[in-house]
């Protein structure tokens, strides 16, 4: 096919048949206007037409053997092929909008940074007050871990240490009259 202009539809139908490749594009070359304009109306969209018309003329090469004229054009035929390239992928997008709609929404990502610097300082906080527990006598430790610490009453620190209840008072006391003195840095004046 070299003079595509005074090439009759029924030819270039035969053509394609055939399996040459230049009818595809005559075809295109004569129609592709109203297969977009087509498309067009049936997407609504310029992209989706576009696309549409892309494919509607990939799809005519693809099953070129089911070419058919009607009245002396192929236009009938073409536009049955559009129709039905639009009808799958408006299915499509259906498709698509509907497993989208299923995914649950996600807000804001939270912002793991303030955790991470919140926790370092809680660390850093614990580890001044473990070195400033680290200065006092382990009979004194033990009674602040029990008792401010673990939230025991007097009397059941004083049941867990097997000492009287004054015993836990003083050390208590004593422990707490320590840590007072002691600066942020866990150094004793």
């Given at each position: 096919?070299?003079?595509?202009?005074?090439?009759?539809?029924?030819?270039?139908?035969a053509a394609?048949?055939?399996?040459?490749?230049?009818?595809?594009?005559?075809?295109?070359?004569?129609?592709a206007d109203r297969i977009h304009a087509h498309c067009f109306r049936l997407t609504g969209h310029r992209s989706d037409a576009e696309d549409a018309t892309a494919t509607t003329f990939l799809e005519v090469?693809?099953?070129?053997e089911r070419v058919q004229v009607?009245?002396?054009?192929?236009?009938?035929?073409?536009?049955?092929?559009?129709?039905n390239v639009c009808r799958n992928?408006?299915?499509?997008?259906?498709?698509?909008?509907?497993?989208?709609a299923r995914v649950p929404e996600v807000g804001m990502a939270?912002?793991?940074?303030?955790?991470?610097s919140e926790r370092l300082d809680t660390e850093a906080?614990?580890?001044?007050?473990?070195?400033?527990?680290?200065?006092?006598?382990?009979?004194?430790?033990?009674v602040l871990a029990l008792v401010a610490w673990s939230g025991l009453s007097y009397e059941q620190a004083a049941a867990a240490l097997d000492v009287p209840i004054g015993t836990v008072r003083s050390r208590l006391s004593r422990a707490r009259a320590r840590?007072?003195?002691?600066?942020?840095?866990?150094?004793r004046p």
């Open positions: 096919m070299t003079d595509t202009s005074e090439t009759s539809e029924a030819d270039v139908a394609l048949l055939s399996g040459q490749r230049e009818a595809v594009a005559t075809l295109f070359d004569r129609h090469w693809r099953h070129h009607h009245d002396g054009s192929a236009l009938p035929w073409l536009y049955g092929v559009a129709t992928l408006t299915r499509s997008r259906r498709r698509h909008l509907r497993a989208v939270p912002d793991h940074a303030d955790a991470v906080r614990m580890r001044q007050v473990l070195d400033a527990v680290a200065q006092l006598p382990r009979r004194e430790r033990d840590l007072a003195s002691t600066d942020h840095s866990g150094a």
